[in-house]
């Protein structure tokens, strides 16, 4: 492994290359650079490639010359250019402060305890950047698979394994609370630092925020996952009609006499546009320029759609028996909360209205909802709209959970 000697170096090297550079790094999923092009782009210059190739920031395989994984992930990095998802680097660096706080406690000299400090801040930081960045990774990629991947067994897959790197975020949010708030108390006690106590608001209000984002990514994911289901459950229903409709036994096998006795809509047909054919002579005409460029473009607008289609579905993409939780929208919830404690106050003006908390434990939903669910929504609706809520310093106490209690704002 090549050793930079300064940076100074690094910059100079980079910089000499930066026109191959930018464009290996541009086609860095598109295309496998070949040694002759790479040669090509430095103006035939092969001693210049062969010292990039030497300090690997090329990799050379056989004809083939492609990026160092090194140099890659550090411009995707700076370019914000990476959609992996990464939650191992926020857990390294929980433990990481862990060991220099450790150390913080322990340390006698004021110069190294602060050399610790700082160390801490930075390490705060990358926290906060790469718990955003994740977030945002994480509802590209979201989109990425509802709209353009074009087999569903994937599609599912993917959905399902974002919504496990979704948890895996929130987990990483939930560890890093814990340790500002719970487990280095003594640490925090004794490093009264001003720098650092703004950074820890900062990275907190991120952390909220970024907990608010990941509710909407699991309602989203929800939403599309039931999407795919009624899809598929569709097509099996129109797969089997067509075998009926081709055995001749559509009739007799299926109540579609009776639908059609009790069907009484008027089938609604566009005008067709009769086909005709231009002459020769007057398509070499100036006149008939703009018939031929629109007809270009809506043959090339049908080829685009083709492109994207997503293709016939297959005999085991059909077997899929998946079955996905149907979503509750929590806008809905707290406007019949809202609705419920206005009827009640309008029947009785001295009635006390029941708190967010007791409602939800009661309301009857759609579908079956635990006792643990009742109280995520509860969270998540305080988180959401509290600017509709007014919260109280009173508290409550159901079962093992104790809570505030919370009504609707009537200012």
């Not at 650079?33 to 090509?40: H, I, P, Q």
């Not at 062969?50 to 994984?69: A, F, M, T």
């Not at 979201?142 to 087999?151: C, G, L, M, N, R």
């Amino acid at each position: 492994m090549y050793i930079f000697r300064s940076i100074n170096e690094i910059i100079n090297t980079v910089s000499a290359a930066r026109g191959l550079l930018t464009e290996m790094f541009e086609k860095r999923k598109t295309l496998n650079f070949k040694y002759s092009d790479a040669l090509l782009l430095l103006k035939g210059d092969e001693n210049r490639l062969k010292i990039l190739i030497e300090k690997e920031i090329i990799r050379q395989n056989g004809n083939e010359v492609s990026l160092d994984i090194r140099f890659q992930e550090f411009f995707e990095l700076l370019l914000n250019a990476n959609e992996e998802i990464n939650t191992a680097v926020i857990d390294e660096n929980i433990e990481f402060l862990h060991e220099l706080m450790d150390y913080y406690l322990k340390e006698r000299i004021p110069s190294r305890k602060e050399s610790y400090i700082r160390n801490i801040k930075i390490t705060f930081r990358k926290i906060a950047y790469t718990t955003i960045r994740n977030i945002m990774s994480l509802q590209d990629s979201i989109d990425h698979a509802v709209k353009h991947e074009p087999t569903y067994q994937i599609k599912i897959a993917r959905l399902e394994n974002l919504d496990k790197k979704r948890i895996n975020i929130q987990r990483m949010i939930d560890a890093t609370e814990h340790l500002i708030l719970h487990e280095e108390r003594l640490f925090f006690q004794q490093a009264t630092d001003e720098e650092l106590a703004n950074i820890l608001l900062e990275l907190r209000q991120e952390l909220q925020l970024s907990a608010h984002s990941l509710i909407s990514a699991q309602q989203d994911i929800i939403n599309y996952l039931n999407q795919i289901k009624s899809q598929i459950v569709l097509v099996e229903k129109i797969k089997k009609l067509k075998y009926l409709q081709d055995q001749f036994e559509l009739r007799t096998r299926s109540n579609l006499a009776e639908v059609m006795e009790r069907e009484h809509s008027l089938l609604v047909e566009g005008t067709s546009s009769p086909s005709f054919k231009l002459s020769i002579s007057y398509l070499n005409t100036d006149e008939a320029r703009p018939v031929i460029l629109k007809v270009i473009r809506n043959l090339q607008y049908r080829k685009a759609i083709q492109s994207n289609e997503a293709g016939a579905f297959s005999a085991e993409e059909m077997e899929t028996q998946a079955t996905y939780q149907e979503t509750i929208d929590l806008n809905e919830t707290l406007n019949d909360y809202i609705q419920a404690q206005a009827q009640k106050l309008w029947n009785d003006e001295a009635a006390q209205p029941d708190d967010l908390f007791s409602f939800l434990m009661h309301h009857r939903f759609r579908r079956e909802v635990s006792e643990q669910e009742r109280t995520t929504f509860f969270c998540q609706i305080v988180s959401l709209y509290e600017n509709h809520l007014r919260i109280t310093d009173e508290y409550g106490v159901y079962h093992q959970y104790e809570y505030a209690k919370i009504y609707p704002d009537v200012s």
